[in-house]
């Protein structure tokens, strides 16, 4: 029984290992004027690496003179990828496109399309041959900035239409929200985080506590990331998430039953709400006219909702596991250890790979 336990929280811990990256996302903002339409697409250079290749000379490391080089083909994929229609007829932008690139390794293409239009359809073809998961966040907005639509387009649903006669719109709220539980459910390094925490609770209040200070901490500093008001970088922010997984893991080993842990998780939660914050900043939600409040507590929302799932299947399961003595004597410290592992995997990937 013992072994066939190790056996199935190793296969876990391997699970984890391997699906440890929240899939891609991209944003697309769509501008209409009075002679036509403008419109910014930003990629990961992650994502696009493949189709428009950048290490010309195979060293590993890109330059900035190949990233230079490289704008023409990015432009010319981008803009092959992307299908816009305008009063009912397919047109192409009216000039090559001009890339730049930001300091979170995006890259942003700038095309103009004519004619302007009451009608309008954008089909982002490139994500069908992206991975698995990869969304595109899009806006139409007026001349003036104000947001006419909406839509977070996924490889089953990769097209927005808006007919100006219509008024349409998209629901954003429910656009971030299903974004927010995907994130916490595909967040393997958060939820390992918070099961190493619950694992040595026995007591419905002691979990109570560590879920809400990990709740309340990630919060605040996802707020505060999401508004822009302050950012650590991703380079600093995924190392300390890996970190504060071995940390708990080894404290788990060390002490049979550790104290202050709700202090303990609302350090860490800071540290973990700005890697939730990462998704926003990516799709840029402070550029959204009708305001960010909307995106960002809808996100949130999901990422409890998701993360509430989670604890009412596995705390019943803890719990269950502790009162069986052969179980309980192994459980903690072979969980603690896979916890510890994995988290060792993690920082040296984001530190040194």
């Known amino acids: 029984m013992i072994k066939q336990i190790i056996c199935v929280l190793f296969l876990c811990a391997?699970?984890?290992?391997?699906?440890?990256?929240?899939?891609?996302?991209?944003?697309a903002d769509l501008v209409l004027t009075e002679k036509g339409v403008d419109a910014t697409i930003t990629f990961a250079l992650q994502d696009i690496e493949a189709f428009a290749p950048m290490d010309s000379d195979g060293d590993a490391e890109i330059s900035s003179s190949e990233l230079d080089d490289a704008k023409p083909?990015?432009?010319?994929?981008?803009?092959k990828e992307l299908q816009?229609?305008?009063?009912?007829?397919?047109?192409?932008p009216v000039n090559l496109g001009t890339v730049s690139f930001d300091n979170q390794n995006n890259a942003c293409a700038e095309f103009h399309y004519e004619p302007a239009a009451t009608h309008l359809q954008m089909t982002t073809l490139l994500l069908n041959k992206l991975p698995e998961?990869?969304?595109?966040?899009?806006?139409?907005?007026?001349?003036?900035?104000?947001?006419?639509?909406?839509?977070?387009?996924?490889?089953?649903?990769?097209?927005?239409?808006?007919?100006?006669?219509?008024?349409?719109?998209?629901?954003?709220?429910?656009?971030?929200?299903?974004l927010g539980v995907e994130h916490i459910l595909t967040g393997y390094d958060h939820l390992l985080f918070l099961f190493a925490l619950l694992i040595v609770t026995h007591r419905f209040w002691t979990a109570f506590g560590i879920i809400t200070f990990f709740t309340v901490a990630h919060s605040i500093t996802l707020a505060i990331a999401g508004m822009n008001l302050f950012t650590i970088p991703s380079t600093i922010v995924e190392p300390l998430i890996?970190?504060?997984?071995?940390?708990?893991?080894?404290?788990?080993?060390?002490?049979?039953?550790?104290?202050?842990?709700k202090y303990l998780t609302f350090a860490f939660g800071l540290i973990h709400g700005f890697g939730f914050a990462a998704v926003l900043q990516e799709m840029n939600i402070t550029s959204i006219e009708t305001g960010i409040?909307?995106?960002?507590?809808s996100f949130n929302l999901g990422v409890e909702t998701g993360q509430l799932i989670v604890t009412t299947i596995s705390l019943p399961i803890i719990w269950w596991l502790h009162t069986k003595p052969l179980i309980e004597k192994y459980f903690v410290?072979?969980?603690?250890?896979?916890?510890?592992?994995?988290?060792?995997?993690?920082?040296?990937?984001?530190t040194l790979l």
């Open 14 to 27: 391997y699970a984890q290992i391997s699906f440890a990256h929240a899939p891609g996302l991209s944003s």
């Open 73 to 79: 083909k990015i432009a010319a994929l981008i803009a």
């Open 84 to 92: 816009l229609t305008l009063n009912e007829t397919i047109v192409k």
């Open 133 to 178: 998961g990869h969304k595109q966040f899009v806006t139409i907005k007026d001349i003036t900035g104000k947001n006419l639509s909406e839509k977070m387009l996924t490889q089953q649903d990769n097209v927005i239409e808006l007919n100006l006669a219509d008024g349409e719109s998209s629901s954003m709220f429910k656009d971030f929200f299903v």
């Open 242 to 261: 890996a970190a504060s997984i071995i940390y708990v893991g080894a404290e788990n080993l060390i002490r049979k039953e550790p104290k202050g842990r």
């Open 293 to 297: 409040l909307v995106p960002l507590f």
């Open 333 to 350: 410290p072979v969980c603690s250890s896979i916890v510890c592992l994995a988290g060792s995997f993690w920082l040296i990937e984001r």
